[in-house]
């Protein structure tokens, strides 16, 4: 914990109609010697006004900077005045509420500061009647009450109790020991949270079972639940209707249009679209008033400012404010698979592409980059527990962004932990690393701890569109980086799957146009699988498409991360980075389509195979594809 953390717990409130009265236990003997030590005590004591205290995730330098230049002006104002031991401040206050300080015994001119602090220490008489004299004088400005309230941030009945200070000696010592236990405690209740929290993450194992694990006959089982399927006829009994009764709207002239006005700076045309956009559009309508919504909001924050606090600030202030816990964002991921084959195609076609090189195998190792919640790795672990053809021992090296906070890497050693217990449940041997980086294309292979007696694996699912491309700068591609640093892993299977869009052009029309098109197709998707006002499709289509539309429409240069680009455009920059692809065999597609038709997916659902990938699509629009690689 940090130390100017810990301290600012040593304080005591008295409430007494304002909050803002402060003081710390007295441990000197003397009153203080000037109204610049007071003012010190004021700022120090007094920052955390009104009850505002948060656990500061940034601390503020200046504010240290600014306390030790007046801790310095006290010493200095302490050198240039000297007392005498007889001297007393007396303090009174005034109309306004200023203390007016005067000393009531002549200064001792010439006495030394440091002779004056040896004579009081050892002169018992004199200690006593100083500190007398001082309890006096601070009792006529103290309210006339002896209960005190300990200023914590914590809500424990039996802290909430009322302490007596007694003003002695040994009273003092028992209060500092006393001070030392509530930081103790206070460190016990952060641990129960944080137990809490694990708690929590404990009731929602079941659930991680239904989502990620495989059933009997290797299928995922929340594609056939009763529940799911509930959903599914309801979306078909009243999807018609409610279709024919919705006015036909033109949203994609509507929101191009507007898309232009911005572009060129007519603020007045553009705020004329949006408003026309909103009276039609509705987060809770058929595909084309969802896309219509979510894109105004997007097109609304372009209009406010392209920086990206300030998009994130905006989208925070149209989204809920409360936020969703574990179990909700896990029931909307159970919806997604459920409703769309895209990510569970995904999982088996790495799963067989890995397994392919790594029969026999001592040891398995696989650098997954991006590897978030690590849902992928749970089916995979229960799918080798149960053969004989493969690798003995399992390691995944996990790499993600890291977490804000003093605890970067907390999420993906985390998600280290749950996989932990999969293979202790399997009996499959593990070893896992965290690396949270900022920055990929700086990470070194000594930092992946590649072994020469393994199978090195690597996956990159869907998140390399978030690296920087060449239109940041031509020099320096964080894109081709990665690329390169993978291929002087020499691995033997890359596994690379991309989101198939062509909306990473520099220039805002283009762009906005091509992700019109990609993300209508992806409404559509779930208008046609799961009913309007289903909690988890808006939970997902808020916090996952909306989000990624408003990074891509009203964001600019580094602060837009959603850079995909076409599998073509994909292939020509791995073939240039030193890869050779591998090709997919016919076999495979095929397995993947009577996947689809025994997990009873929508009949518009495609998978087809082009150049090598695996295509995923929606109605003819290829929205996924993936791939297999290994080194020229």
């Known amino acids: 914990m940090d130390p100017n953390f810990s301290e600012s717990l040593n304080g005591f409130e008295y409430f007494d109609g304002n909050p803002n009265f402060l003081t710390d236990p007295m441990e000197d003997q003397y009153p203080p010697p ?129 302490v007596k200070e007694e003003m002695g000696l040994d009273q003092l010592r028992i209060k500092k020991n006393h001070e030392r236990e509530i930081i103790l405690d206070f460190e016990e209740v952060r641990s129960s949270k944080q137990f809490a929290s694990n708690i929590e993450d404990g009731k929602i194992t079941e659930m991680f079972d239904k989502v990620l694990l495989l059933d009997g006959e290797c299928d995922p089982p929340t594609l056939l639940d009763s529940e799911i399927q509930a959903i599914r006829s309801s979306k078909n009994r009243g999807g018609k209707g409610k279709k024919k009764k919705c006015q036909v709207v033109d949203f994609r002239t509507l929101l191009t249009h507007c898309a232009q006005a911005i572009s060129t700076g007519d603020k007045t045309t553009a705020l004329d679209f949006l408003l026309q956009i909103r009276q039609q559009s509705s987060p809770l309508g058929d595909a084309g008033q969802r896309l219509a919504h979510c894109f105004a909001n997007a097109l609304e924050a372009r209009l406010q400012g392209s920086t990206g606090p300030m ?231 808020r916090e996952f498409y909306g989000r990624e539309a408003m990074n891509v429409i009203a964001c600019e240069e580094a602060d837009r991360v959603e850079r995909p680009e076409t599998y073509r455009q994909w292939q020509v920059r791995m073939v240039r980075a030193g890869f050779r692809q591998k090709p997919i065999k016919p076999e495979l597609v095929e397995l993947f389509r009577e996947k689809l038709k025994k997990w009873r997916y929508h009949k518009d659902f495609v998978v087809d195979e082009n150049s090598k990938w695996l295509l995923q699509g929606w109605k003819g629009r290829t929205l996924y594809a993936s791939s297999c690689w290994v080194p020229a």
């Open 311 to 541: 998009i994130q600030n905006y989208y925070n202030a149209i989204t809920t404010s409360l936020k969703d816990t574990a179990a909700d964002t896990l029931k909307a991921y159970r919806v997604y698979l459920s409703s769309s084959p895209f990510v569970t195609l995904m999982y088996f076609f790495s799963i067989r592409m890995i397994l392919e090189v790594a029969k026999d195998a001592p040891v398995l190792h696989i650098v997954d980059f991006g590897i978030l919640y690590g849902f992928q790795w749970p089916m995979f672990i229960q799918y080798i527990s149960g053969r004989n053809d493969v690798p003995r021992k399992l390691r995944i090296t996990g790499i993600e962004l890291p977490q804000c906070g003093f605890r970067p890497a907390e999420r993906i050693e985390e998600t280290g932990r749950r996989l932990a217990e999969y293979c202790k449940r399997f009996n499959v041997p593990f070893e896992y690393k965290a690396i949270a980086s900022q920055n990929w294309e700086t990470i070194g292979i000594e930092d992946l701890d590649i072994r020469p007696d393994e199978v090195l694996a690597v996956n990159a699912g869907l998140r390399l569109k978030n690296l920087q491309d060449e239109t940041g700068s031509e020099e320096n591609c964080p894109r081709d980086a990665v690329l390169k640093l993978i291929r002087n892993m020499n691995p033997d299977v890359f596994i690379h799957t991309v989101v198939n869009g062509s909306f990473n052009a520099p220039f805002f029309i283009s762009r906005f146009k091509e992700a019109v098109y990609h993300y209508s197709a992806l409404f559509d998707m779930f208008d046609s699988t799961l009913p309007r006002d289903n909690k988890e499709r808006i939970r997902f289509e």
């Open 34 to 162: 000037s109204d610049t030590l007071l003012k010190y005590v004021s700022e120090i004591l007094m920052e955390e006004s009104n009850g505002d205290y948060k656990q500061s995730m940034f601390y503020d330098s200046l504010a240290l900077r600014k306390t030790e230049e007046m801790l310095q002006q006290v010493i200095t104002d302490s050198q240039n005045q000297s007392f005498s031991p007889d001297s007393m401040i007396t303090n009174s206050w005034d109309a306004s509420g200023s203390i007016e300080s005067a000393y009531s015994a002549d200064l001792q001119i010439g006495l030394p500061v440091d002779e004056f602090m040896v004579k009081s220490v050892f002169s018992d008489a004199e200690s006593a009647l100083q500190f007398k004299k001082g309890v006096e004088e601070a009792s006529k400005f103290l309210p006339n009450s002896d209960q005190w309230v300990i200023n914590l941030d914590i809500e424990r009945p039996e802290r909430r109790g009322l």
